[in-house]
């Protein structure tokens, strides 16, 4: 089948690459500077072993190139716009991407949508250029139909990945597996806040706890800490020698405030957490300064480690704080409600 990768980036353009150093019939969507690249030198695909230089068809929308299934590979932000330029495409959609709200709206436009829980650390920090750090296996790439279930088209798409060296298996409780990296996710603002510096881990640690916390509340079922712990095992590998091997320089929202986009996912990781809680009647401070923060540095084109951990944690318990006193001064108002009705 003819692949369709629209938003080749860090983790779209290694797949894609891959697919078709694999033999398969690969095309990408991509924009700018990126796009004037691959289709002057091709795409770089840079791994441990080395770099190679794969020829593929490059086009700046979706409707230009024939496909049997598309993928999105960019941002959950740019969801709503591919899905408008895919409108009449009803093959199967694929959302290689993080955060959880994804498929739900490409369900809207298509009934034939998939989920990946993707694991694959891989970096897009110049155009024509993506980097995947793990080698011999450079990701592990479940997938399963949403909202639930799997099917033949989800074998044949595990099939494929799994040719082009992923490890790859269908699973019908994929979003349960989505959920789990979501909340590894959550980190991600706080990462390019405040850089891969000491202090950095416990600043993240406070939103994935209180992620945790959400998703209880709201009775989601998430795949567990040691399930996850499982499934990659000892799969991920880094490398020791390579130059690669020894890590990203950041996560995916740390590269785009290192790029200079603009714009982050904050929304759609983070975001999502905030908006559970509000749903679900449980404030979600930590999350919504760490969402409002780093919007605000990639509006600012502020590069990443604009704050120390230090002064993140500050702007988290000032949050808290007023959270509690919000909560405070609506459990008064409501009493005071009640005990005018009451003499009525």
Not at 53 to 81: E, F, N, Q, R, W
Not at 217 to 222: F, L, N, Q, S
Not at 324 to 337: E, F, H, I, K, N
Request: hydrophobic share 45%; charged share 20%.
């Amino acid at each position: 089948m003819r692949w369709l990768m629209y938003g080749a980036g860090a983790v779209g353009g290694v797949v894609a690459g891959r697919l078709a150093m694999a033999g398969h019939d690969v095309a990408v969507v991509a924009r700018g500077a990126h796009l004037e690249a691959i289709r002057r030198d091709g795409l770089t695909l840079r791994q441990p072993s080395g770099d190679t230089v794969v020829k593929i068809d490059a086009v700046g929308h979706p409707g230009d190139t024939g496909k049997d299934v598309v993928v999105l590979g960019m941002k959950g932000m740019d969801t709503a716009a591919a899905l408008v330029a895919l409108e009449g495409f009803d093959g199967p959609v694929v959302c290689l991407q993080n955060g959880v709200a994804n498929e739900r709206a490409a369900l809207r436009h298509n009934a034939c949508v998939y989920g990946v829980h993707v694991i694959l650390p891989a970096s897009h920090l110049e155009p024509g250029v993506v980097t995947a750090h793990c080698a011999p296996v450079p990701g592990i790439l479940d997938l399963g139909r949403y909202p639930s279930g799997s099917d033949p088209t989800a074998a044949a798409l595990a099939g494929d990945l799994e040719s082009a060296g992923f490890v790859s298996q269908p699973r019908a409780d994929i979003m349960r597996w989505k959920y789990r990296k979501l909340l590894l996710n959550l980190g991600n603002a706080v990462e390019a806040l405040c850089g891969r510096v000491d202090g950095v881990d416990e600043a993240a640690e406070r939103v994935r706890a209180e992620g945790e916390a959400v998703l209880r509340h709201a009775g989601i079922d998430v795949a567990s800490a040691e399930e996850d712990r499982e499934r990659r095992g000892d799969i991920m590998r880094w490398p020791a020698g390579s130059p690669l091997g020894a890590g990203r320089a950041g996560g995916s929202s740390w590269q785009s405030l290192a790029r200079g986009t603009g714009t982050v996912e904050a929304d759609y990781l983070n975001g999502e957490i905030v908006l559970l809680g509000r749903l679900h009647g449980m404030p979600a401070p930590a999350n919504e300064t760490a969402r409002r923060l780093v919007q605000r540095a990639a509006r600012s084109h502020d590069g990443p480690g604009s704050m120390t951990p230090a002064e993140f944690l500050a702007a988290v318990n000032a949050a808290v704080d007023t959270a509690v006193d919000a909560a405070v001064d609506t459990a008064v108002d409501a009493a005071v409600t009640l005990g005018t009705n009451d003499g009525r």
